[in-house]
């Protein structure tokens, strides 16, 4: 076996090693039963007074730890949201932020798909809100705060929109009134500031705090490269919790329920997020809070929680605290101006770029940059594959030239092999007497293949996590290009408006087009190589194209749209630059005579 092609099939051999494990997908679990209660905890002072818990008492403030029935969805008023982006609405028991759909985006392709849905109230099977109160601190009692479902009224404001901003308000028996004024930006950003007006003549004590709190486990993707779950930024640092974590937490003592705490001196924001969308506490640049993740493994409820430092309210003094929530699609775009407009450290890091990071930025920035130019991200695909192989042309050409040698040395290679018969040590030492003499270099026909491991990867990322790619169309019945190809001779590739069905182990007749195409490019690029002369050699070459063919074919189209445009530009740089260098590749006759009979050896 000559030194190439053991190049050639180790570097196919790790293609294929890595692909498997890479893109394993996890089998499901058990989804948690939802329930409708919500984590509340003792709110507990310190030694100066200062609240250390995390969520206002409802029942008996003795309590370590309970579970409060919260009040139902229905026949609670409501303050409607309406904007471009975003409609739903806020209620007004705990002044809660439990309804939202996102405008711009549909469940599926299919005409008349509802909006997705964010957010859900309590009582829906999978509720999933954000709320935001203030914990008692010295000189206050736990019913002298609202709770996560007192009633607020509506003090301004009828709905809110990106231009009109609503005020609830809230009397304390204690004498206090406490109000938040919630205001949304045209994208996703909720901007929530809650104050306390003392009009007594007593001082008095409360912490702030903002809550998001999930019912159940959601439906995940499940994949292996995604991460759903917890992400925060804590001081610099990130963070990502999937949901199976938090049942390792361990019982916080103060608060009796499975936890964590984070201090953060700075910056930070914590949240969870999903594979397209996102729900965001984000306190104001500079703000020290702590970063509380809880757990109830009895009703299965998951909250991520902000903790502000408690706040003196003088006798006639006003206390505010402004914080920011983000609630919305995890576009690429948007989320950069918060990061670099807003001050918000390190959000663009709430996209989960993998492993791969300094490859998968910039990748993405690329295509973003080439779709704003274009417009149509099938296109975007095809140019930025043009630009990474003109990025790595230099290495291409060295390694092809170095190949087209090596296919002028064959006539000598099996000069070599007949003289040295069964001694493979000195063909092997005669082989390489020989390209240290022509100077050739046999592993360099293997660095671009290796190279390309990595781009495909963080390609794959890329159009897997970003919503960019999302529903995204390119030509004909192709119109989700993070989707696999949906054609097959079933529908007639395409012509016939229906979708493949699933059909197990006769799965091959549902191959698209784009997976055709791919083994059909895959293939003739091998034909620029002369077949090895050892059967297993053999085997292998006949089979990869195939082989990758139905492994790739439930794959992103995008995926397989960049795979079919590399392989055509490598198919050609190698023809011309084998050519420039006086090795003339008979491709097209090597093809037509793969379909040709052998005659049958009649001697």
């Known amino acids: 076996m000559d030194d190439q092609n053991k190049n050639l099939i180790l570097a196919t051999a790790l293609s294929f090693l890595v692909i498997l494990v890479w893109f394993v997908v996890f089998p499901p679990e058990e989804p948690v039963a939802p329930t409708n209660e919500v984590v509340v905890s003792e709110t507990n002072t310190d030694?100066?007074?200062s609240a250390i818990a995390t969520v206002p008492q409802n029942a008996d403030p003795t309590a370590q730890s309970t579970t409060t029935?919260?009040?139902p969805a229905v026949d609670v008023p409501r303050v409607q949201v309406e904007t471009e982006r975003l409609s739903g609405s806020i209620s007004l028991a705990g002044g809660r932020i439990d309804d939202l759909l996102l405008m711009d985006y549909q469940e599926t392709l299919d005409d008349g798909s509802p909006n997705v849905r964010l957010l859900e109230p309590v009582g829906e099977a999978l509720s999933y809100y954000a709320l935001f109160g203030w914990a008692p601190g010295g000189g206050l009692e736990a019913a002298d705060v609202p709770a996560t479902d007192t009633i607020w009224t509506v003090e301004s404001g009828s709905t809110l929109t990106s231009e009109t901003p609503v005020?609830?308000?809230?009397?304390?028996?204690?004498?206090?009134?406490f109000r938040k004024t919630i205001s949304v930006d045209s994208n996703y950003m909720f901007i929530v500031t809650q104050s306390v007006e003392n009009p007594t003549e007593t001082a008095r004590r409360a912490?702030?705090?903002g809550i998001i709190a999930r019912h159940g486990l959601p439906e995940l993707t499940r994949f292996f490269i995604l991460h759903e779950g917890v992400v925060a930024m804590a001081d610099g640092s990130l963070m990502e919790k999937e949901y199976k974590d938090f049942e390792d937490f361990e019982i916080d003592p103060t608060l009796g329920v499975q936890g964590e705490t984070v201090e953060v001196g700075d910056n930070g924001w914590i949240g969870f997020t999903d594979k397209y969308w996102m729900t965001t506490l984000i306190p104001a640049p500079g703000q020290s809070h702590k970063q509380v993740m809880l757990y109830q493994a009895a009703s299965g409820i998951y909250q991520t929680q902000t903790i502000y430092p408690t706040l003196e309210i003088a006798p006639g003094q006003t206390v505010e605290q402004s914080s920011q929530l983000f609630a919305g699609a995890k576009e690429?775009?948007?989320?950069?101006?918060?990061?670099?407009?807003?001050?918000?450290?390190?959000f663009l890091d709430s996209i989960d770029w993998g492993w791969f990071f300094f490859l998968t930025k910039p990748i993405f920035t690329v295509l973003h940059f080439l779709h704003g130019f274009i417009g149509n991200m099938g296109w975007s695909i095809i140019a930025l594959t043009i630009t990474i192989k003109a990025l790595l042309f230099p290495l291409a050409y060295k390694s092809y030239s170095s190949m087209a040698k090596m296919k002028e040395l064959q006539p000598e290679m099996e000069k070599l092999k007949e003289r040295a018969g069964d001694d493979r040590q000195k063909l092997q030492k005669d082989m390489m007497e020989l390209y240290k003499k022509e100077k050739v270099n046999p592993a360099s026909g293997c660095l671009p293949i290796l190279l390309q491991i990595p781009i495909f990867f963080s390609l794959y990322k890329v159009i897997f996590v970003t919503i960019e790619l999302r529903h995204a169309p390119w030509i004909g019945y192709i119109r989700d290009l993070s989707a696999p190809d949906p054609s097959s001779i079933i529908n007639l590739f395409g012509l016939l408006p229906f979708a493949v069905p699933d059909l197990g182990m006769f799965e091959i007749l549902s191959l698209g087009v784009m997976p055709i195409l791919l083994g059909i490019s895959m293939w003739m690029q091998q034909k620029l190589n002369p077949a090895p002369t050892d059967p297993t050699q053999q085997m292998i070459f006949a089979w990869m194209p195939w082989v990758f063919m139905f492994m790739l074919g439930s794959f992103a189209s995008g995926l397989v749209l960049y795979w079919i445009t590399n392989n055509v530009i490598t198919f050609t740089q190698q023809y011309?630059?084998?050519?420039?260098?006086?090795?003339?590749?008979?491709?097209?006759?090597?093809?037509?005579?793969?379909?040709?009979?052998?005659?049958?050896?009649?001697?």
Do not use: C
Not at 167 to 177: E, F, M, Q, V
Not at 589 to 602: A, D, E, Q, V, Y
């Open 167 to 177: 005020t609830l308000r809230w009397d304390s028996p204690a004498g206090l009134i």
């Open 576 to 603: 011309l630059i084998m050519r420039s260098h006086g090795y003339k590749p008979d491709v097209f006759g090597n093809i037509l005579s793969t379909f040709k009979r052998k005659k049958p050896n009649t001697e």
């Open 207 to 209: 912490a702030p705090y």
């Open 47 to 49: 030694a100066s007074g």
């Open 69 to 71: 029935q919260a009040a």
């Open 332 to 346: 690429w775009e948007a989320i950069r101006d918060y990061q670099n407009e807003g001050g918000i450290e390190g």
